[in-house]
């Protein structure tokens, strides 16, 4: 039993310790001379409040301070999204000021990590996106630094919804460490509950010669 016991604690550890698949990430890199946004994955709107239909002629962007990071091809002259608030999460990932994109590419994705006023954040979205339909877009800004821009290293997630329709966006600005496969958080679960079994049976092997 005791043996059973601390597998199944270090099993739980394990799989706490086992970082959560964002369904939208946004990697912000330096590449070479230019900083390069690239967004991949879904958004599953069920868990967010669908709200108003705006205009946007100009969305390519990143600003640190209010966590507001925009790409995609826009519309002529302007494309309609839809907004989606409840997000929660950080409310700055840097200090920069708003700073255009050079050059940007795929389907539209507007985040707002802070809103004026307060509450929420929000995620803009084209109309008649489909929830949970896959897509990806990128931003280049030609000439510019992950400092000049103001951004601050680190990872920035931002979670909405629950059960099901639990999902998040994550912002990843700068080198990301690897993640380890599934076939990973297996070795490192076998090695500790091996590391635990040898306790144990020391343990034991102890009382007995005391006895």
Do not use: C, H
């Amino acid at each position: 039993m005791r043996i059973k016991s601390i597998g199944l604690a270090v099993f739980s550890v394990a799989l706490a310790a086992a970082p959560a698949k964002a369904e939208f990430i946004i990697s912000i890199q330096q590449v070479g001379a230019n900083v390069v946004g690239t967004g991949s994955g879904s958004v599953d709107t069920a868990g967010l409040t669908q709200g108003n239909t705006v205009p946007a002629a100009d969305y390519d962007l990143v600003s640190a301070q209010f966590a507001n990071y925009g790409a995609g091809v826009p519309g002529e002259p302007v494309t309609l999204f839809t907004q989606f608030s409840g997000l929660s999460g950080p409310l700055s990932f840097g200090a920069g000021d708003t700073t255009n994109a050079s050059t940007t590419s795929g389907s539209s994705i507007i985040l707002v990590g802070k809103v004026s006023g307060g509450g929420p954040g929000i995620v803009d979205l084209p109309v008649g996106y489909v929830s949970g339909s896959s897509f990806s877009n990128s931003d280049i800004f030609n000439n510019k630094t992950l400092d000049g821009l103001g951004l601050t290293l680190g990872t920035y997630t931002y979670t909405f919804g629950s059960g099901d329709d639990a999902d998040s966006i994550v912002v990843q600005i700068g080198p990301v460490a690897p993640v380890p496969e599934p076939s990973t958080w297996a070795m490192i679960i076998l090695g500790f509950m091996g590391v635990g079994f040898m306790a144990y049976r020391k343990k034991n092997q102890m009382a007995i010669n005391a006895a």
